[in-house]
């Protein structure tokens, strides 16, 4: 494996906000994260109160379903892109059972930064969490600098 540019304690740290209306997935992304050492995971089950989480929390990393009564991930995405600043990089990564390219590409176009289907492989999952927290390293590193 290679090497990574960023300490992989500074990647688990990082805060994580996982949306999905039934709460099994939710269980499974927390008990995934949680085994990959993540200390920093908030779960909701109510799309309703995401976008105020998503506020409050500040999050680094978003994982989003799709599929979801009153309030869809794609409504969500289209609020979290109103409320980051332009020079912000907050990856969304969509983790959906609507595997339809209409839905890839409309979510990709609305800011997702990634799309996995369900049911998903844990692994694969993991790492894309961790290879979009990595990004939001470095990006945050070079706009610093």
Do not use: W
């Amino acid at each position: 494996m290679p090497a990574r540019l960023i300490d992989t304690a500074e990647i688990v740290s990082r805060r994580i906000l996982a949306i999905d209306d039934e709460e099994p997935n939710v269980l499974l992304l927390r008990s995934l994260l949680e085994r990959e050492g993540y200390t920093d995971i908030h779960c909701l089950t109510d799309p309703k109160s995401a976008l105020a989480a998503y506020i409050d929390l500040e999050p680094d990393l978003v994982l989003l379903d799709l599929m979801m009564p009153e309030v869809d991930g794609f409504q969500l995405l289209e609020a979290f892109g109103r409320h980051d600043r332009a020079e912000e990089f907050r990856p969304v990564l969509v983790l959906t059972a609507d595997t339809t390219l209409q839905a890839r590409r409309r979510a990709l176009a609305l800011g997702a930064k990634d799309f996995v289907a369900k049911p998903f492989d844990v692994v694969e999952v993991a790492l894309r969490i961790s290879n979009l927290l990595e990004t939001r390293v470095l990006y945050e590193r070079l706009r610093d600098s």
